[in-house]
């Protein structure tokens, strides 16, 4: 195009200027070279509004993606397809994000087979393109775990997995078996749980990584905490706190619920030694009870009777009640917001946290109140008068 300057390195808003000058013509007449800078424009575009401007981040993205497919430059409808599925998915359009993050899956399996691009007119080596499917399996496997498919979701799980143990890609893995583990623990399956997040512990060690050392130490404690094994829980959460305290300035809120965590597990002792000193005093009272009723048996069958009303009645007088679990101010504002029926990333939107972070608060909401899934929790809350 006539006129042309290379805006890149600019600002975006200035960059977009001189792409809207592009008609269909001067794209049809174009030569691939030209048209090479423009699709990098189109890239740099829907890069850089991604954060700040959601339509035009998925309007560059088709721009860039209809022309990858007419020139058949596979790496770029690979990058196109996977933005406007992520586009789609923070929508809760999630057959759609599957749709297209399966068209950027074909793309690479193009590249695969031998499709270049201006970028990459020698092609693409096996490990860029395994590094861009280990990518797409671990994405596919994150939306069907959110649909709630987790065959499917285990099953990119698996691909990926494969391909990081190939080239030894440690903290890839130790990101990739404890976010299975977290699936996991939240489906109930302890075993499995356990099982992923020692193995996302055994590749954080091999790493070196201590942050993935201390995120699956942290899964861990959940789990146990779940298994009421509070020994263990503590263990693992005291371990998991030294690394995280490590690096306290970027991974504050990770080190906030290790503590959280090991603040239940804590009151879980405590609830633990009041239930043993109780379950003594019973022992203590039946015993008691027992002298009086054999004492009582040699008197009467009326007296019997009536030493058995009154142990009867002195048990259910020792019953330890069971209180409301107690809610940070943090967790009473998602618990309010879930009652009210906003989606998890509606949440996210509504008190500036990241989807994850809402996500994983869901998480211990359903721990603390012994529920299966949201409905369970919320009915559970309004009964203990929380809400």
Known sequence: MAGYNDHRGHNVDSL?????????????AASDSVLSGLLLDYEELMQGYLQTNGVKSEYYARKLLGLGQKKGWQNSVKDAAKIIGQHFWAKDQYDSAAF??????????KMAAGATSPTNPEGYDQKQLDDGFSSMYGTLGNLYNMMGDLDKAFEYYDRAGEIFDRYGWNESNAVLHYNMGETWLEEKDYGKARECYEKALEYGRAAGDSLWIASP???????????????????????????????????????????????????????????????????????AAALLLGSKLR?????????????????????????????????????????????????????????????????????????????????????????
């Open 217 to 287: 130490l942290k899964g861990l404690g959940a789990l146990y905490l779940a298994e009421g094994r509070i020994r263990k829980g503590l263990q693992c959460l005291e371990e998991a706190d030294r690394y995280f305290s490590l690096h306290e300035d970027q991974e504050f809120r990770a080190r906030l619920e290790t503590l959280d965590i090991m603040g239940q597990l804590l009151r879980e002792q405590r609830r633990h030694l009041i239930l043993a000193i109780c379950s003594l005093a019973l022992i203590a009272v039946l015993a």
């Open 100 to 109: 297209y993050y399966n068209l950027a899956l074909e793309a690479l399996d």
């Open 299 to 387: 008197r009467s069958r009326k007296d019997n009777k009536e030493v058995g009303d009154v142990l009867e009645e002195t048990i259910g007088e020792i019953q330890v009640p069971q209180g409301a679990p107690e809610l940070s101010k943090r967790e009473m504002e998602i618990l309010r917001l879930m009652s009210e029926g906003f989606t998890g990333p509606q949440i996210a939107d509504k008190i500036f946290l990241s989807p994850e972070t809402i996500k994983w608060y869901r998480k211990k909401l359903l721990v603390k109140f012994d529920a299966a899934n949201t409905p369970e929790l919320i009915s559970k809350a309004k009964n203990a008068r929380i809400l």
């Open 16 to 28: 977009e200027a001189v792409v809207a000058r592009w008609t269909q013509q001067d794209i049809d």
